[in-house]
């Protein structure tokens, strides 16, 4: 099996057309790859992780030991379908951001926090540029796609896998293919559990320091037609070491139309209308997914074809 794509950006100096392609060959063949000298700072990536782990253990440890004890997912006899050994909350960046509402974040954490967005909005759309470059696409077509009336949607979900006893009978998190964008990871640099599937087989993401995880979401695979893959990954947790994960999903606004580009469709499939993707409004994309997160995406597409056909 090939090796899981790293890439490292700064040879987009110098060795372009070379590092233009192994994005491009990631993009087609894993909707996944790792990048490095991705432009954010080190130290500040090492900032975040001390405050998130600190975060951790002070305000929300204790919260998931709680739930463990309520939800009896201590010393399971037999697999658990409905739920995850995660512990997680959200921070909203755009259009709007709910930081402030976010209880037990230091000021300083939050300061961080949005400084990290920004640098993390930034290389969404840099890096959604670049795969317009590999698609053929007009320089700003993605973001545009993406645009709507107010912009982007930005969020981060702050995760920990703390140890489990019994990974066999609970995931970190279940299977699923991500609904929005692009998606930009920093994942925890010494324990693993994340996994896609290639080929029918699950690969692990191996860990990385300082590495930022990309991977294509749903509407990706709708704009590009298909060109580029939705991939389904899961969590697997670990018997030792908590596992941190910082997941920023950039995605289309709310009011979004997206549909596939039209210099991506062959022109039998345009003509004899036998395309695989829908025409849809993001939001009512958002409402289907919230209920069949994890389920495979493609009853999702055929669901938004539907009600395209009798609207
Ligand atoms: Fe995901």
């Known amino acids: 099996m090939a090796k899981f ?40 990536m090492d900032r975040v ?11 929300t440890e204790q919260r998931f030991k709680e739930l463990v004890a309520s939800k009896a997912l201590e010393g399971l006899q037999a697999e658990v379908t409905d739920m995850d050994w995660e512990s997680t909350f959200y921070l909203r960046h755009l259009p709007e951001s709910n930081m402030a509402e976010i209880p037990d974040l230091t000021d300083e954490h939050r300061k961080v926090m949005k400084e990290f ?24 077509y993605l973001k545009k796609a993406f645009y709507g009336a107010k912009g982007p949607t930005f969020g981060t979900k702050v995760s920990n896998y703390p140890p489990c006893p019994t990974p066999d009978k609970i995931k970190g998190l279940r299977a699923h293919t991500d609904a929005g964008g692009i998606i930009l990871l920093f994942q925890d640099p010494q324990v693993g559990g994340l996994q896609l599937l290639k080929d029918g087989e699950w690969v692990d993401v191996p860990p990385l320091r300082h590495s930022i995880v990309i991977n294509l979401g749903d509407q990706l695979e709708v ?25 920023s999903f950039y995605s289309p606004g709310s009011d979004a139309v997206i549909y596939p580009a039209p210099a991506l469709v062959e022109k039998e499939e345009e003509e ?11 939001e009512e994309y958002m409402k289907l997914y919230g209920v069949l997160k994890f389920q ?6 055929e669901a938004m074809k539907a009600r395209e056909a009798t609207a």
């Open 296 to 301: 495979a995406k493609e009853p999702r597409f």
């Open 117 to 140: 967005a920004l640098k993390l909005e930034k290389l969404a759309e840099e890096l959604l540029d670049l795969l317009c470059e590999n698609l053929g696409l007009e320089k700003g």
């Open 5 to 44: 794509p790293v890439i490292n950006l700064e040879k987009l100096n110098g060795e372009r057309a070379a590092t233009m392609d192994l994005i491009k060959d990631a993009c087609e063949n894993w909707g996944f790859f790792e990048v490095l000298n991705h432009g954010i700072p080190y130290e500040f």
């Open 272 to 282: 004899e209308k036998k395309g695989l993707y829908p025409k849809f409004v993001f």
């Open 223 to 247: 704009i590009t037609n298909g060109k580029y893959k939705s991939v389904e990954h899961r969590v697997i947790a670990q018997t030792d070491g908590a596992r941190m994960s910082i997941a």
């Open 49 to 59: 992780e001390s405050l998130t782990r600190e975060h951790y253990k002070k305000c």
